[in-house]
């Protein structure tokens, strides 16, 4: 079996982190933009910066979603990553950072 694919996000600011963020998935999760194909169920890494952090916290989980290169809707072409069981913690910190602004229907990437 091959080693998962390598992605890598850097979340500027909290309406980004809103519009990436997947909390409709069971464990949340995070759209990545990139060009390079991927596959439904495949395994991957993330290297993700949240806004105003330097640490890089590290994701593994499986593309839950996929937005190909040429999507209709002018979406931004990217996967969507189910966070695994073990990123509990990463799930609860990005919560707590849009604390109040989950259920306000914003805009994403994803939906």
């Avoid at 979340?11 to 909390?23: F, N, V």
């Avoid at 169920?41 to 952090?53: A, H, I």
């Avoid at 809707?73 to 799930?91: I, K, L, S």
């Amino acid at each position: 079996m091959s080693a998962p694919k390598a992605l890598s996000l850097t979340i500027r600011d909290l309406p980004t982190l809103l519009s990436a963020y997947m909390p409709s998935l069971q464990r949340g999760g995070i759209f990545v933009s990139t060009r390079e194909r991927h596959e439904l169920g495949e395994e991957v890494v993330v290297s993700l910066t949240l806004p105003d952090e330097s640490e890089v916290l590290t994701v593994t989980g499986q593309v839950a979603w996929v937005s190909p290169e040429g999507v209709s809707g002018h979406r931004v072409p990217g996967v969507g990553v189910h966070f695994g069981v073990e990123d509990q913690g990463v799930r609860d910190h990005i919560e707590t950072l849009l604390a109040g602004q989950l259920d306000k229907g914003a805009p994403t990437y994803t939906l």
